[in-house]
């Protein structure tokens, strides 16, 4: 995981106070930063892309 990313340094902030896991705090920060913690860079749409195709099938499965 690269050093000074702002996810990194995001999970570094929100451990310290001892409020979170580390494991949630790379959670929470993450999706804030929207960011990847193992390399830093933006995270993709993926998931909304997956979602839309799966409407988009079934709309068409009702059509037939």
Known sequence: MPENTRVKRCVK???KKKKHSKGSAIAICQ??????YRTGRPLDNGRKQLLKIRKLLAEI???L
Not at 31 to 36: E, I, L
């Open 13 to 15: 902030k929100v451990s």
């Open 31 to 36: 999706a804030s930063t929207k960011q990847s």
């Open 61 to 63: 499965r009702k059509q």
